[in-house]
């Protein structure tokens, strides 16, 4: 295993705990349960905790992957600041829920968390575009095209 494979292996922690947040605080408004909102929260602390993690991992592969061109360059840098808004909205959000955790969210904590929810995709759809579009992270020694003449 290449230590840039690390960041793959830690991202579907902060995905699955911070879009399930998102899910469920909406569920846990429109129901009025308080046990809902309590597992939201916590779900949504297990993501930004989680986040950094999987971010450090990112900056590992950042230096030592391999990397194709330089638009891939840029769009690791791109997927970089994503990531780092994404979490910082959900942070924000925490911050925000942390005192009344059986409380429905507030609108201002629910739209933030909808704005890390589509912050985080965009991050998820940037990095996925940089290993299946760009090939960063491939060996260099494996032929990426074969030529059919
Ligand atoms: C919340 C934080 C982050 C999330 C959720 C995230 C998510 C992802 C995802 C889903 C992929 C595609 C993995 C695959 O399909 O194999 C990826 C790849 C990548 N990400 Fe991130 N990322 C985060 C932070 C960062 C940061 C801060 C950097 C540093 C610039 C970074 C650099 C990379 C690189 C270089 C790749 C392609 C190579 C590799 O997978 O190791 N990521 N990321």
Redesign the pocket.
């Known amino acids: 295993m290449n230590i840039?494979?690390l960041?793959?292996a830690f991202?579907h922690f902060?995905?699955a705990f911070l879009f399930s947040s998102t899910l469920l605080e909406f569920v846990a408004r429109s129901r009025r349960k308080e046990g809902l909102s309590r597992v939201a929260v916590g779900l949504l602390a297990a993501g930004v905790i989680s986040?950094p993690i999987?971010?450090l991992g990112?900056?590992v592969?950042?230096f030592t992957?391999p990397v194709p061109t330089d638009e891939a360059h840029v769009r690791?840098?791109i997927?970089?600041v994503l990531?780092?808004l994404?979490?910082a909205a959900y942070a924000l959000t925490l911050a925000l829920r942390w005192k009344n955790q059986g409380e429905p969210a507030s609108k201002g904590a629910l739209s933030l968390s909808v704005l890390g929810a589509l912050l985080?995709g965009a991050?998820?759809a940037v990095?996925?575009y940089?290993?299946?579009q760009d090939g960063?992270?491939m060996e260099p020694t494996v032929p990426r095209f074969v030529d059919p003449n």
Do not use: D, K, N, Q
């Open positions: 840039w494979e960041h793959p991202v902060p995905l986040a999987a971010a990112g900056l592969a950042f992957a690791m840098i997927h970089g990531a780092a994404a979490t985080l991050t998820g990095g996925g940089l290993v299946y960063v992270g």
